[in-house]
């Protein structure tokens, strides 16, 4: 069976749930082998399932926008002779693979939410109106980046993988030099990106986005905005949805307050439901909504957060 690469840009003592996917996906179509910028005792104890035969690194710690990891990840193909390189769709990590494609004489797909066997890869194109079917030319190696929630994860404990440390080291000093890194701040709720249920708010909030985070704890939820809101100072631009903030689709997308805008759309219609809260009937965000509630938000969501506690009392 072909190998296929999975690249981590690091892996903590669980894996996130895209990790879990790509593996799944990954494992659908050849023999699995991992490639991360740094191994630890807890990685190699989270990828020690069935399927996972080889953890690859290189010698010392290595990670994006580091361009060692380019010569990583291409030295770990012409190990593996893998015919097709996954990994999660990420800014850092984009720049990466569409460095490695050049190298490799190959195409790179970004943005996939599904997987064939004969490696043809399902995306949403034009803000999620079409869904194509891309692969790179015959005898290449395909490179592609998978959106979170695209599958559902199946993996299975298994024994540990072989540790195999590849010539390759960080890059010089003279050629880049990271001179601070800041940790994101830690957080109960999950990761925008990743979150299998988003509730997200705009202009209609007035700032005030204490009932969408007590919805948001219900559901254990990801909080999500509109470039309104960021722009507003609300709440922090990492939380921008939209064709110029992140891109989500999980199982379940909240909007309340948000009217739709097309701009807005682009980043999360092709969650799988969509459930729309909006004072205004004529709002966009209802041609796409699968349900919607035309009301005031600030009456509409405490009813739900009291109906979920109800539920679950």
């Not at 190959?106 to 891309?134: E, F, M, N, P, Q």
């Not at 979170?148 to 072989?162: D, F, I, K, Q, R």
């Amino acid at each position: 069976m072909s190998a296929v690469l999975v690249y981590f840009e690091s892996v903590g003592a669980e894996l996130t749930s895209a990790q879990q996917e790509l593996i799944t996906l990954a494992d659908a179509v050849g023999e699995v082998q991992v490639v991360t910028g740094s191994t630890t005792s807890d990685a190699v104890h989270a990828l020690a399932l069935e399927g996972v035969h080889t953890l690859y690194t290189g010698e010392g710690e290595i990670h994006a926008p580091d361009p060692a990891v380019i010569d990583l990840l291409e030295t770990a193909v012409q190990e593996t002779r893998a015919h097709a390189v996954l990994a999660r769709n990420t800014a850092d990590t984009t720049d990466a693979l569409a460095r490695l494609a050049v190298r490799l004489d190959t195409g790179l797909i970004t943005d996939g939410v599904g997987l064939s066997h004969d490696l043809r890869v399902t995306k949403s194109v034009l803000a999620g109106s079409y869904t194509t079917t891309a692969r790179v030319a015959e005898g290449r190696p395909l490179i592609a980046t998978m959106k979170p929630n695209s599958t559902e994860p199946h993996l299975v404990p298994g024994g540990a993988p072989e540790i195999v440390t590849l010539p390759v080291t960080a890059a010089a000093a003279e050629q880049l030099r990271v001179l601070e890194r800041t940790p994101l701040e830690a957080s109960d709720r999950p990761s925008l990106t990743e979150a299998r249920c988003v509730v997200a708010g705009g202009r209609g909030l007035d700032g005030d986005f204490g009932p969408l985070e007590e919805l948001a704890d219900e559901l254990g939820a990801a909080i999500g905005a509109s470039r309104a809101a960021t722009d507003a100072g609300w709440i922090d631009h990492a939380a921008q949805v939209g064709q110029t903030g992140v891109t989500v689709s999980p199982q379940l997308y909240i909007s309340a307050g948000i009217s739709g805008a097309i701009q807005q759309r682009a980043g999360m219609q092709t969650a799988q439901t969509i459930v729309a809260i909006n004072k205004d009937e004529d709002a966009p965000v209802f041609e796409i909504a699968d349900f919607g509630v035309v009301g005031d938000l600030f009456e509409v969501v405490p009813q739900m957060v009291e109906e979920l506690r109800r539920r679950r009392s």
